[in-house]
């Protein structure tokens, strides 16, 4: 599945250790380009698959949706195999200030 959007919001690290060893899974949020009910998404990527780039791009994320149950409760993952930069981020850089220039030329 492919979701396209903005990446709004990327949550801090968070490291473990299962039966299969050590793991990091990191969360981030995209908010859905559409013009009418976008929805934010939460995605985790797990042990560094896919570099999460900077809040504000946009981006197409190739998903997987994952349930499981678990004494008698689902739980649901959304974790994303590949992502494709499709807009950066464009932080504007402001003219460099002018100091006033000061002449000698008076009118009078």
Wanted: aromatic share 10%; hydrophobic share 35%.
């Amino acid at each position: 599945m492919e979701v396209k959007g903005k990446i709004t919001h990327v949550l801090e690290q968070v490291k473990g250790t299962s039966a299969k060893g050590d793991w990091t899974k990191q969360t981030f949020v995209i908010l859905e380009d559409k013009e009418q009910y976008p929805k934010s998404i939460a995605i985790d990527v797990f042990n560094e698959k896919v570099n999460i780039p900077a809040i504000g791009t946009k981006v197409n994320a190739f998903i997987n949706i994952d349930s499981r149950e678990y004494e008698g409760r689902w739980f649901t993952n959304i974790g994303v195999w590949k992502m494709d930069i499709v807009g950066e981020v464009k932080h504007e850089t402001p003219p460099p200030a002018t100091e006033p220039l000061e002449t000698d030329d008076l009118p009078f």
